[in-house]
């Protein structure tokens, strides 16, 4: 398996080799990701459903094609760009971005408030009431500045993407479309239509869209060290995880898009972020999961080898992408170029919660026998050691050495780093622990630093 080029672009094609990675969450959004996408295929069977395909081969085959389906049903009949174009007013940028709640999309728009060259941005959200305070909560979570929702640039809207001219009113879809310069797509759904939107538009040069992918879509490389900054014509590389799978057919139809159109799009695969600029790692990452463990099985995991992780925070990382938003490469890895050891973190970890590194094995030993306590409640052992709900997962995770700890494949972030070269400056180490550890006390997810200090003195009595 190997890189290869089709016309002007580079593709990755992978043979269907079973394997494990990607980082889940502990929710049960990503999974349900790839069932909402069958669903709206309205093709007939789901893989999961039918008792014919028995074995693993046979559903991942079936997946497959389901995959190249959905593709094919989202790249049908791409509308024509208008006959009467316009020049576009040389005022300033003007950004359309979707999903801007979450951890990453709050630190795309705090970097959109300082980016002189951004004149207007609409932040497009699913419908809910509270929306302008949702992203206040975020954004403080994340120790960002609050201020930035007051600027006059921003126009934060609620509304279903999914639905005919994104859910909008005729005069402001209007509105968006013929001023819009750059898409950024920071959430699965309607990929399409911010594909129409943008052909659409009556400016000589119609925006760009870039789409906030997932190095997860590389489940199962072979044979290659680092997973390359390519397009994959090939779903059998993503195949065994919703959120992969469903990153893939987006990436699928913006190429396709850009291939009959010429609309210029950049599909950046997003590696692990490690905390926001406070240090809040999401509470629903497996990191998170691990490190709490500590409290229950008193041990913590070390890696197999050196265990090179090219984990970015996300402040740095969404600086990047946003000055990544006129290259001219279609596809980049935004990831630490230059990855840092395991124990980097995990010994200082190891110190402040005064628990030892185990073996891998050992520590998911320990894991096994904390669930089997017959002293608590099923319930109650998931509320206290949230590892557990994701002991399937790690009991199976690919640890070979090759790959980064957890089983992601290391990505390439050479062409990354050209087009954003201060990247290669972006510096990850034991300091950043403090930071984590203190996000975590401070919203509850692990006990104050007091409580540690006290138990550590109690151990040692």
């Not at 580079?10 to 043979?15: A, G, K, N, V």
């Not at 705090?110 to 509270?130: E, F, I, K, T, W």
């Not at 006059?152 to 994104?166: M, V, Y």
Request: net charge negative; charged share 20%.
């Amino acid at each position: 398996m190997s890189p290869s080029n089709s016309g002007n672009t580079q593709t990755y094609t992978s043979p269907n080799q079973p394997s494990s990675g990607g980082h889940p969450e502990l929710s049960v959004t990503a999974a349900s990701t790839y069932h909402g996408l069958v669903q709206s295929s309205h093709s007939g069977v789901t893989p999961d459903s039918n008792p014919l395909l028995s074995d693993e081969s046979s559903i991942d085959q079936a997946k497959i094609n389901l995959l190249r389906l959905l593709v094919t049903k989202y790249t049908i009949a791409f509308p024509h760009r208008p006959i009467v174009l316009h020049p576009r007013k040389d005022d300033g940028d003007v950004v359309l971005v979707t999903g801007t709640t979450g951890m990453f999309g709050c630190h795309i728009l705090a970097q959109l408030s300082l980016d002189p060259s951004v004149r207007l941005v609409y932040a497009l959200n699913r419908a809910s009431n509270g929306l302008v305070e949702r992203h206040l909560e975020s954004i403080k979570l994340q120790g960002l500045l609050a201020e930035c929702l007051t600027s006059p640039k921003f126009r934060i809207i609620g509304t279903d993407i999914s639905q005919p001219n994104l859910g909008l009113s005729p005069e402001l879809y209007e509105e968006i479309r013929d001023s819009v310069t750059h898409i950024i797509h920071n959430v699965l759904q309607a990929t399409r239509n911010l594909v129409d939107l943008a052909l659409s538009s009556r400016c000589l040069e119609p925006p760009s869209i870039m789409f906030v992918s997932s190095v997860s879509v590389f489940r199962r490389p072979y044979k290659l060290p680092l997973a390359p900054e390519v397009a994959i014509n090939d779903p059998a590389t993503c195949v065994g995880w919703g959120y992969s799978e469903s990153k893939w057919v987006a990436e699928s139809t913006l190429l396709a898009a850009a291939e009959e159109t010429g609309l210029r799009v950049n599909i950046v695969r997003v590696g692990q972020l490690c905390g926001a600029k406070n240090g809040h790692w999401n509470e629903k990452e497996a990191l998170s999961a691990i490190v709490k463990s500590a409290y229950s099985v008193h041990c913590l995991p070390d890696v197999p080898g050196l265990g090179l992780v090219s984990w970015i925070p996300a402040y740095e990382a969404a600086k990047a992408l946003i000055e990544m938003r006129d290259s001219t490469e279609q596809v980049l890895h935004l990831a630490n170029p230059h990855p840092q050891p395991w124990r980097t973190f995990f010994d200082p970890l190891s110190h402040e919660l005064d628990v030892p590194l185990v073996p891998y094995d050992t520590w998911v030993s320990a894991l096994e026998a904390d669930i089997n306590d017959p002293s608590m409640t099923l319930l109650d052992h998931l509320k206290r050691n949230p590892a557990l709900r994701l002991l399937n997962w790690f009991q199976h995770v690919d640890m070979d050495e090759e790959k980064e700890p957890l089983g992601l494949i290391p990505p390439s972030a050479i062409k990354a780093s050209r087009v954003v070269p201060w990247l290669n400056d972006v510096e990850i180490g034991e300091n950043m622990v403090t930071r984590w550890l203190g996000a975590w006390r401070e919203t509850g997810f692990l006990p104050s630093a007091s409580h540690d200090r006290s138990r550590k003195v109690v151990s040692k009595l």
